[in-house]
């Protein structure tokens, strides 16, 4: 007989019924020979996958104790840094805007705190909330020491970048961690309402401020280290 013939169908061995059928089928893919091409077309022109990239640390979830306690800190920020503007600006806009500054966030306060009465929230501290204290500090020492004639395009740079850093905060954190209802319409309507309007006004007065020319404004250089 041929071998090739054999060789070419299908035969079955025995040994002491250890074994059973060898077809001449294909062995299951994950036994394959190692000496069969086992390559795809991207390995074969070099091509490796990337590596998967890992999913972004969540952040802890706040509870609605500790939201009070950040928005607190939040509207006192604006609060001290508009007092110093209410002294110091030159600008009767400037001027105009840091009291409505002071004027919106003090009520701001008050409809929390009587809010917070009503809902029996007691406040809790964490640590986000120190940091802003400790940043208001920062802020209302960098503005007292502010030349007169830098002082209104500071403090009004300084609202721009306070009123979009707590939108991020309304959006980013609190409204997906706030649990009691009534609180969360509060903050996702007379809050983040005030924040929005501040934002918009602090950056139709920023314009007034915008260095004429395309050189970068001399107070920026400041900020680089």
């Not at 060898?22 to 390995?43: A, V």
């Not at 890992?54 to 609060?79: C, V, Y």
């Not at 009291?99 to 501290?125: F, G, I, R, S, W």
């Not at 209302?140 to 009123?163: C, G, Q, S």
Request: glycine share 4%.
């Amino acid at each position: 007989m041929d071998p090739r013939i054999v060789f070419g169908s299908c035969v079955t061995v025995l040994l002491g019924g250890a074994f059973g059928s060898l077809g001449c089928q294909d062995p299951p893919y994950g036994e394959r020979s190692p000496f069969r091409d086992q390559s795809t077309p991207e390995s074969r022109a070099g091509i490796t996958a990337a590596p998967a990239e890992s999913a972004p640390l969540k952040q802890a979830e706040l509870t609605d104790g500790q939201i009070i306690t950040l928005l607190d800190a939040s509207n006192d920020r604006e609060i001290e840094a508009s007092k110093v503007a209410i002294d110091k600006a030159k600008d009767d806009e400037v001027k105009a805007f840091a009291k409505t500054m002071v004027e919106h966030h003090e009520a701001a306060k008050k409809a929390q705190q009587d809010l917070v009465d009503k809902l029996a929230v007691v406040p809790a501290e964490l640590e986000d909330a120190k940091k802003l204290r400790l940043g208001t500090l920062e802020v209302v020492a960098r503005l007292e020491k502010t030349p007169d004639e830098e002082f209104d395009a500071a403090y009004i740079d300084e609202m721009v970048a306070d009123h979009q850093a707590a939108l991020e905060l309304l959006d980013q954190r609190i409204l997906p961690s706030v649990h009691d209802p009534d609180l969360e319409t509060h903050i996702a309507t007379d809050v983040r309402r005030m924040v929005d309007n501040h934002l918009e006004e602090a950056r139709t007065l920023a314009k007034k401020f915008a260095p004429k020319s395309s050189a970068p404004p001399i107070r920026a250089a400041a900020l680089v280290r």
